[in-house]
């Protein structure tokens, strides 16, 4: 059986700190690790990566060069239909603008799922839905952090530590 994996982090920047400190969490960001292990996810930055803001492919340097810390990759088992399903969807998504509204929506409300633009962890968790990795989320429709994405994540992991950095 094969599987998706996450990379999960915090970043050195004001912005970056903020998410973790607000959803009392200790990561901030979510991508998706593709095969070649190169990072499909939302940014809110431009010039990550060599990337503009928005949904992207980025070299998997992006998040070391970005002041990325405590990275920590979770695989979930998942079957090759599923992986295939998974990243069909994300590719489907390349291109489409970061959720500006997604940090306000935390608190004023919005439909995670409207597939218009994407916040990190709601880009992965609506993929892992979509290819039914994972039973939709029952959380309130406002609000899919990192934190909480790690948790669910962590809870379908096979039962061994994650890659915490050395």
């Known amino acids: 059986m094969s599987g998706v994996t996450l990379q999960f982090?915090?970043?050195?920047?004001?912005?970056?700190?903020?998410i973790p400190w607000f959803t009392q969490g200790v990561v901030g960001h979510v991508d998706a690790?593709?095969?070649?292990?190169?990072?499909?996810?939302?940014?809110?930055?431009?010039?990550?990566?060599?990337?503009?803001?928005?949904?992207?492919?980025?070299?998997?340097?992006?998040?070391?060069?970005?002041?990325?810390?405590?990275?920590?990759?979770?695989?979930?088992p998942a079957g090759a239909d599923q992986v295939?399903?998974?990243?069909?969807?994300?590719?489907?998504?390349?291109?489409?603008?970061?959720?500006t509204r997604a940090i306000e929506a935390f608190v004023l409300g919005r439909d995670w799922r409207t597939p218009d633009a994407w916040f990190c962890s709601e880009l992965q968790a609506a993929a892992l839905e979509h290819a039914g990795i994972v039973r939709p989320l029952a959380a309130p429709e406002n609000k899919v952090t990192p934190a909480a994405l790690l948790l669910v994540c962590s809870a379908l992991a096979p039962v061994v530590p994650p890659e915490w950095p050395a």
Not at 9 to 18: P, T, V
Not at 40 to 64: E, F, I, K, W
């Open 9 to 18: 982090c915090a970043f050195r920047s004001i912005f970056g700190a903020l």
């Open 33 to 76: 690790v593709l095969g070649d292990g190169s990072l499909l996810g939302a940014q809110h930055q431009d010039g990550l990566g060599g990337q503009p803001a928005g949904v992207r492919v980025r070299p998997a340097s992006y998040v070391a060069e970005s002041g990325g810390l405590d990275v920590v990759r979770v695989t979930i």
């Open 84 to 99: 295939a399903a998974f990243e069909a969807f994300l590719h489907a998504q390349l291109g489409k603008p970061y959720d």
